[in-house]
C-alpha cells in the first residue's frame, strides 16, 4: 500500500474520569513537588528577642520617667501646701535615744513635712531628764535648758509623772512611748505653754506618731532599743 498507518488514538467515552498527566505532583507556588509536600520555613527566633529586648527597654525608661515625675509632683504639691511658712519646734530628748530621735527628725525635715499648712522644722536636743524635769518645774531656771521645748522625751514614764504632779498645767498632750529598753520606756510627751502655739501641740503628736512608723523604730532597733 506504501504508506504507514497511524494508530487512531481511542475516543474517550463522556463518562470516563478525566486522566491526570503523568509526572507532575502537587503545585507549590510556581514548582511543583512530586510524591511530598513543601518542607515549612522556620522562623529566625534572633529578631523576636531583639524586639522583646527593646520592649522591655522601653518599659524600664517610661517607668523610671513616670516615677521621677511622681515624685517631682508630690513634692511640688508639698512646697504648696507650706503656705504658712515654716514653723520651728524644739524636741528635748534623753542622751540614750538621741542618735535615732535625730535620725529621724532629719528624715522628716528633708521630706518637708506639713502639719496644719505650716512646714515643722524640727530641732533635737539632749539633756538629763532630771536636769530637764528641774528646769519645767521651777527648781532651775527654764533658760538652763535652753527655754521651754515642743515636746520631751525622758527615760521613762515616772518623769512625766513628776511633772504632771508638779506642772500639770505644762502637759499638752498624754505621754505614749515610743521605743523601750530595760527599765525604760521613753514616753514623748507634748507640752504647753508660753510660746508653744496649736501648731506645735499638734506637730508634736504628729512626730510621736511618725517615730512608730516602721523606718523608725529600724534606727530604735540599730541603736539597740526595742521598738514599741
Not at 534572633?46 to 518599659?59: D, E, F, K, T
Not at 533658760?143 to 509623772?161: F, K, M, N, Q, R
Request: charged share 20%; proline share 7%.
Amino acid at each position: 500500500m506504501g504508506r504507514h498507518s497511524v494508530a487512531e488514538e481511542p475516543v474517550p467515552h463522556p463518562l470516563d474520569p478525566p486522566k491526570r498527566p503523568q509526572g507532575r505532583g502537587e503545585a507549590t507556588g510556581s514548582h511543583r513537588i512530586v510524591g511530598k509536600k513543601a518542607p515549612r520555613r522556620r522562623i529566625a527566633k534572633w529578631p523576636i528577642a531583639c524586639l522583646v529586648l527593646v520592649v522591655l527597654v522601653a518599659i524600664g525608661v517610661f517607668g523610671w520617667n513616670w516615677a521621677d515625675g511622681e515624685l517631682n509632683t508630690r513634692a511640688e504639691a508639698q512646697a504648696k501646701a507650706c503656705s504658712a511658712g515654716d514653723t520651728p519646734m524644739r524636741v528635748i530628748v534623753t542622751p540614750s535615744i538621741e542618735k535615732p530621735v535625730r535620725a529621724a527628725a532629719e528624715r522628716w525635715n528633708n521630706a518637708a513635712t506639713v502639719v496644719r499648712d505650716h512646714c515643722v522644722i524640727i530641732q533635737i536636743d539632749a539633756l538629763s531628764s532630771a536636769s530637764v524635769l528641774d528646769g519645767l518645774v521651777g527648781r532651775t531656771n527654764l533658760d538652763s535648758i535652753g527655754g521651754l521645748p515642743a515636746a520631751w522625751i525622758p527615760e521613762s514614764s515616772y518623769w512625766v509623772t513628776e511633772l504632771n504632779t508638779a506642772k500639770p498645767e505644762l502637759v499638752g498632750s498624754p505621754a505614749q512611748s515610743v521605743a523601750t529598753a530595760r527599765s525604760a520606756d521613753y514616753p514623748l510627751v507634748g507640752l504647753a505653754g508660753k510660746n508653744i502655739d496649736e501648731v506645735q501641740m499638734r506637730a508634736a503628736q504628729t512626730f510621736r506618731q511618725y517615730l512608730q512608723q516602721p523606718a523608725q523604730q529600724a534606727d530604735f532597733a540599730a541603736a539597740g532599743i526595742k521598738a514599741t
